[in-house]
């Protein structure tokens, strides 16, 4: 590795002289900085900011790391980590992201972490759940980005689920559904519980009686899609028969249920929304072209969640609170 020495012997110059050039570069004159800088770009040299912030420097930029617990290598939350990068980068902060496969055996990725020195530090999952946080961590700058701490209080940046679905649930009714068809995510899941909760509230608010509501929740199988597919399809299948279909209103516990649905209901040669109205829940990045007619939905704020704790990072807020974020109601043409 190409260190500050190689680039001063280079330029035949002192190694302050080299430091100088890089945070202080109005302080030489031109022609010793262009021998530097040309120094510096022959050797690719690049500064060792985990180094530099060691020894106390501060000139470097500031950094916030990111442990991703299955964020970066799924489609579905990805606009989190951009939303970090990108204000970030807005507010002249760097940021470096490792990636937790497994939330048990996360020593060797939060050490690594750690090495870097960050300035605050935001965990972040894929889909909103409870975490727990090893000792290390909690006596840093910590953040949490689309889940919860099962043990501390901590600064927390959530989807509002409840509002999302409560207010998805008040547009269905204001259109004059009777009879929902409601298959949930799992009830194990922090999302399951709180959406089943929001639809049988807003139900009950139109004065209508929530046991009236043909309800299931999947059984709970982290990522197994297939699965959760088939589970889906059976309950479809039991609802669907064309001389008893007993339900005008599909209400989905996310897209990817919805896509299925899509799939069996227009096989089964019924039209959407016309016999059969959707309402999924989630936006899913890169799915939403693929629906025809297009999916009413909700939009998890992936994205209003990154920038937003990497803003409590970035400006010093020392809040240790749970804060929802708006989830939109998205009307297109399912519903």
């Given at each position: 590795?190409?260190?500050?020495?190689?680039?001063?012997?280079?330029?035949?110059?002192?190694?302050?002289t080299v430091s100088?050039?890089?945070?202080?570069?109005?302080?030489?004159?031109?022609?010793?900085?262009?021998?530097?800088k040309q120094a510096i770009e022959q050797l690719n040299y690049v500064p060792d900011l985990s180094a530099r912030k060691i020894r106390g420097d501060h000139s470097s930029p500031r950094a916030i790391g990111v442990l991703a617990l299955d964020t970066a290598t799924t489609p579905f939350?990805?606009?989190?980590?951009?939303?970090?990068?990108?204000?970030?980068?807005?507010?002249?902060?760097?940021?470096?992201?490792?990636?937790?496969?497994?939330?048990?055996?996360?020593?060797h990725a939060i050490n690594t972490l750690l090495s870097y020195r960050p300035d605050g530090i935001?965990?972040?999952?894929?889909?909103?759940?409870?975490?727990?946080?090893?000792?290390?961590?909690?006596?840093?700058?910590?953040?949490?980005?689309?889940?919860?701490?099962?043990?501390?209080?901590?600064?927390?940046?959530?989807?509002?689920?409840?509002?999302?679905?409560?207010k998805a649930m008040q547009h269905v009714i204001q259109k004059?559904?009777?009879?929902?068809?409601?298959?949930?995510?799992?009830?194990?899941?922090?999302?399951?519980?709180?959406?089943?909760?929001?639809?049988?509230?807003?139900?009950?608010?139109?004065?209508?009686?929530?046991?009236?509501?043909?309800?299931?929740?999947?059984?709970?199988?982290?990522?197994?899609?297939?699965?959760?597919?088939?589970?889906s399809l059976e309950i479809l299948k039991k609802h669907c028969d064309a001389a008893k279909q007993d339900f005008d209103v599909l209400i989905c516990g996310?897209?990817?249920?919805?896509?299925?649905?899509?799939?069996?209901?227009?096989?089964?040669?019924?039209?959407?929304?016309?016999?059969v109205a959707v309402l999924g829940y989630d936006n899913m990045v890169g799915t939403g072209d693929l629906f025809y007619p297009p999916l009413t939905t909700v939009q998890l704020p992936h994205y209003e969640l990154g920038r937003q704790a990497a803003l409590h990072i970035i400006t010093g807020c020392t809040d240790k609170q749970i804060t929802y974020v708006e989830s939109p109601y998205l009307e297109r043409k399912s519903l």
């Open positions: 590795m190409v260190s500050l020495k190689d680039v001063a012997k280079l330029a035949s110059v002192s190694l302050m100088r050039a890089i945070n202080d570069p109005e302080k030489l004159n031109k022609e010793t900085y262009k021998r530097v939350s990805v606009e989190l980590l951009q939303a970090i990068e990108k204000t970030a980068q807005d507010y002249d902060w760097n940021t470096f992201i490792v990636n937790l496969f497994d939330d048990k055996q996360a020593d935001i965990y972040t999952t894929m889909g909103l759940r409870k975490v727990s946080l090893p000792a290390k961590l909690l006596r840093k700058n910590v953040v949490l980005a689309n889940c919860l701490s099962e043990t501390e209080t901590l600064a927390c940046y959530v989807p509002d689920d409840y509002m999302g679905q409560y004059g559904y009777q009879h929902p068809l409601c298959i949930y995510l799992s009830d194990e899941t922090v999302a399951g519980k709180v959406r089943r909760q929001a639809v049988e509230k807003a139900w009950s608010d139109s004065g209508k009686n929530p046991a009236t509501l043909l309800s299931y929740h999947l059984p709970h199988l982290p990522h197994n899609i297939d699965q959760e597919y088939l589970v996310n897209d990817r249920i919805a896509f299925l649905a899509y799939q069996y209901l227009l096989s089964c040669g019924m039209r959407i929304p016309q016999d």
